[in-house]
Each structure stands twice: as C-alpha cells, then as structure tokens.
C-alpha cells in the first residue's frame, strides 16, 4: 500500500444558485490578464447544456474517442491521428470558437436610438473585432432559455441527448454544475505533457504547470477529457486551476469557495492508496469504475491506516485534516457524493452531490404509485450519465437518502425531537 495526500473538493449542487460568483474572485486574482480572457479556472455551466468548452463532455468532438487498452486509458485505435501526426501535430484541440467569442454590449445604442414602439436594446458586439455579433450559443445558454433549445449548435449531432432527454417546454428541467479542474489521482494532462511540464504536488496532489518548462505543444489540453487545461494565446504556454495553493498553503480556502453564495463547497483533506490507482484504469466496463474509485480512498480514522502513512512520511497534520474533513464520509461512508464521468479514469477529485430539486413530490417519501425518484424533474437517469458512467442504483440509493434527510429535517419540533407522526406517514417507520 502506498499512501499519499490528496486535497479534494465536493460540490453539493442542490445549493447552487448558478449566481457565478465563485468564477468572478477567481478570473480576478489569476486570470485578469492578456492572454487569459477566454480562461475560467472556474466556471458555471447550466446542465443539461453545452459546456464549456463546447460539447466537453463528448470525447468523440476532440480526441476521437477514448478505449482502455493493455492496462491504460489511450486514444482509440484507428482513429483518423497517425502515429506520425500525433507527433508533430495535436489537432485534437477545442478552437476558440469552441469556448466562445467574447462579447460586451453595444451601450451606445440604448442612449442614441430615436424613441420607438420598443424598448431599445444594448447589442452584442464582440470584444475581438468590435462588430456587433449574432450570439448563437454560449456556456450558460439555457440560463435564458431555460433549457428548451438545442438548436442553436448546428454542427453538433444531439440525437443522443435528446432521446435520452425530454426536451418539451413541460418536462423542462435545469441545474448548474460548477466547474474546476478535478486535480485527479491519475491526470491525463500531466501523462500527455511532452516537456514534462505538467506535475502532481506529492504533499498535497495539487496538479500545476511548471510555466518554465511549457513550450505551448497543447498536449494538456487535448489529453485532459474535462477539457481543464486552457492555453494563454499571449504568454505561449498552458494554464489551469492551482487550487488556489498559495492561500491553502497559508491555511485559507480557495476564492471559489470562499466566496460561494450557496456554501455548496466542501474542502478536505483525503488519503489515497497510489498502488490501486492501475486497477481502475484497467476495468473495461465503465459502470464498475465509480465503485473501484471508491476502494482507493482511505479512511484516516482507521489506526492501521494512520501508522502506515506515518511510515511512509505523511505528516500528522494532513492526516489529523483528513480526520477532520468531510471528503471521505460524504464520498465513501454515507455514499452521498460522485464523481464526474468516472469513466474517463483520470481518477477525478471534484466529486459532487446530485441535485435534489425540483422535486415533483417533496413529501413523499413513497407512496402506491411506486418511487418518487421516478416522477422527479431532473431524471436520475441523466445524474447517473453524469455521475456514475450510467450505474443508477448509487444515485438513486443517494437521493433517497436526501430526501429522507430533507423530510426528517422539516419534521422535528421546537424542541429538536422528530414527529414521528410526520414520518409514519410518508412511509419513513425506521426512523
Ligand atoms: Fe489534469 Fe484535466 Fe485532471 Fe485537471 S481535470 S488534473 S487538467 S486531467
Ligand atoms: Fe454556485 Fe456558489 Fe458559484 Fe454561486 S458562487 S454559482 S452558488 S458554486
């Protein structure tokens, strides 16, 4: 067993507001430069949704697909990259029209526009040409039109989201996903680095890019499937997420979490065992591959555990954070957190709690019709496509678990003690 310290996040997106307040303090303190204006370290994407950068989700759109292979996770074979291209050019790369053209408003309209039978409106005009722009899509696109087009992407086959979606105004559901770079136990980005730029910190696994060792080949960029890695056009070299390492370093939060409106983020300390990180990337089917992420995560309670990460020069103070931070319970113990598309095997360490709402029958817990899983907004089999590479009895055993909680809550007296009652009726006699 070999021991090793990992500082992990997890984002309970029931709480999020998708307000972007965490992206703004972030883009401010490391991004607000030239070179950096399309890069978000964090972002907020409304899902079910584009993304940014677009379509990330879908690795067919970049790399050509991904396969697991003699143990590991490689480029699918046959694919239209040779060998020979592969070295000498990376045309796996999301272009900037994939991100978006940054726009601002045309303000002068609203003020010189003669009185007429509407409002005047502030045109959009791009930050790049200073023409004013069609804006066709955009990262946060369902914000508007809360999640009912996904037309506007024309060179994009949605057949498969939309057979698995129910994309009427009726069955319109929403919710935002919050994202950072996932700091992951196996990182693509660092294995595809030709320069050796790329590295994982060994006291805190913190992934970073060496600035003096980049020479801008991009192969982060491509190789990482959450898309994380973002390439500054002006300074020729890569950037990313750093975790905000100086102020946690100092014993501060990261800005995004920091400054979150809905306190939907918990960051914790987490021991892992390095050995078993082969094992996961080596399962071929997919759904087995949460379940495998779970066994590499240590419990720090656990005393043979600690002895061993003191011999193998954990320092106390990461394990005692470890005991006392919430990662562990909430992923492994109480099973109420996921990572985001296991399947791609980097081993992500941003995991997230499912949303709950809306919920279709909030107080019912169970009733004759069968499970009010099944009549809830936001389908469990799309958290699960999300969450567990399609396995829906985690998500499923997770949300009821949320419920539960919520309807306990909501029934305790004045004087803190459950009305029992309240529970019996919805079906909840264990409690
Ligand atoms: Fe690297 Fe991407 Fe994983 Fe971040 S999310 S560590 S950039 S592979
Ligand atoms: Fe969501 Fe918090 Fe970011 Fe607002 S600040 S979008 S609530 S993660």
């Known amino acids: 067993m070999k021991i090793k310290a990992q500082m992990a996040m997890i984002m309970n997106l029931d709480k999020c507001i998708g307000c972007h307040t965490c992206s703004i303090p972030c883009k401010n303190v490391w991004t607000n430069r030239i070179g950096a204006e399309y890069i978000w370290y964090n972002n907020v994407e409304t899902k079910?949704?584009?993304?940014?950068?677009?379509?990330?989700?879908?690795?067919?759109?970049?790399?050509?697909?991904?396969?697991?292979?003699?143990?590991?996770?490689?480029?699918?074979?046959?694919?239209?990259?040779?060998?020979f291209v592969k070295i000498f050019h990376n045309p796996d790369l999301p272009k900037i029209d994939d991100y978006y053209e940054p726009w601002t408003y045309d303000y002068a309209k609203l003020i010189s526009r003669a009185p007429g039978k509407h409002q005047p409106t502030a045109r959009p005009k791009s930050l790049i040409t200073?023409?004013?722009?069609?804006?066709?899509?955009?990262?946060?696109?369902?914000?508007?039109l809360a999640g009912a087009s996904t037309?506007?992407?024309?060179?994009?086959?949605?057949?498969?989201?939309?057979?698995?979606?129910?994309?009427?105004?009726?069955?319109?559901?929403?919710?935002y996903l919050p994202r950072i770079c996932e700091h992951c136990l196996?990182?693509?980005?660092?294995?595809?680095?030709?320069?050796?730029?790329?590295?994982?910190?060994?006291?805190?696994g913190i992934v970073l890019v060496d600035q003096e060792r980049c020479r801008g080949w991009r192969y982060c960029v491509s190789g990482c499937p959450y898309k994380k890695v973002?390439?500054?056009?002006?300074?020729?070299?890569?950037?990313?997420?750093?975790l905000c390492y100086?102020?946690?370093?100092?014993?501060?939060?990261?800005?995004?979490?920091?400054?979150?409106?809905?306190?939907?983020?918990?960051?914790?300390?987490?021991?892992?065992?390095?050995?078993?990180?082969?094992?996961?990337?080596?399962?071929?089917?997919?759904?087995?591959?949460?379940s495998a992420h779970l066994n590499i995560l240590l419990n720090p309670d656990d005393p043979e555990i600690i002895s061993h990460?003191?011999?193998?020069?954990?320092?106390?103070?990461?394990?005692?954070a470890a005991q006392r931070s919430p990662i562990y319970k909430l992923a492994v113990e109480w099973k109420l957190a996921f990572p985001p598309h296991p399947e791609f095997r980097t081993l992500p360490m941003v995991w997230y709690i499912p949303p709950l709402s809306p919920v279709a029958n909030s107080l019912e817990y169970e009733d004759e019709t069968g499970?009010?899983?099944?009549?809830?907004?936001?389908?469990?089999?799309?958290?699960?496509?999300?969450?567990?590479?399609?396995?829906?009895?985690?998500?499923?055993?997770?949300?009821?678990?949320?419920?539960?909680?919520?309807?306990?809550?909501?029934s305790l007296r004045v004087d803190g003690s459950p009305n029992l009652e309240v529970l019996e009726a919805v079906g909840m006699n264990e409690i």
Not at 130 to 144: A, R, Y
Not at 186 to 204: F, I, Q, T
Request: charged share 25%.
């Open 48 to 83: 079910p949704g584009i993304g940014y950068p677009k379509i990330w989700e879908n690795q067919n759109i970049y790399n050509g697909g991904w396969e697991v292979a003699n143990g590991s996770l490689q480029l699918k074979a046959g694919g239209k990259i040779s060998k």
């Open 130 to 144: 200073g023409e004013n722009i069609e804006i066709k899509w955009g990262p946060s696109w369902e914000d508007d």
């Open 151 to 175: 037309t506007a992407v024309d060179d994009v086959n949605f057949k498969d989201l939309q057979d698995s979606l129910y994309l009427n105004f009726q069955n319109v559901f929403m919710f």
């Open 186 to 204: 196996n990182p693509a980005c660092v294995a595809s680095c030709p320069s050796g730029a790329l590295y994982k910190r060994d006291e805190d």
């Open 230 to 242: 973002y390439f500054n056009w002006k300074a020729g070299r890569s950037e990313k997420c750093i």
């Open 246 to 290: 100086p102020r946690m370093e100092a014993g501060m939060p990261t800005l995004c979490a920091e400054s979150c409106v809905g306190r939907i983020r918990y960051i914790g300390a987490v021991l892992y065992d390095a050995d078993r990180i082969k094992d996961v990337a080596g399962i071929a089917d997919d759904r087995k591959v949460y």
């Open 309 to 320: 990460a003191i011999e193998q020069g954990i320092p106390e103070t990461f394990i005692h």
């Open 371 to 410: 499970d009010v899983l099944d009549n809830m907004r936001i389908p469990v089999k799309y958290l699960a496509n999300l969450l567990t590479a399609g396995d829906e009895p985690p998500i499923r055993s997770a949300l009821r678990r949320m419920i539960a909680l919520r309807i306990y809550m909501r």
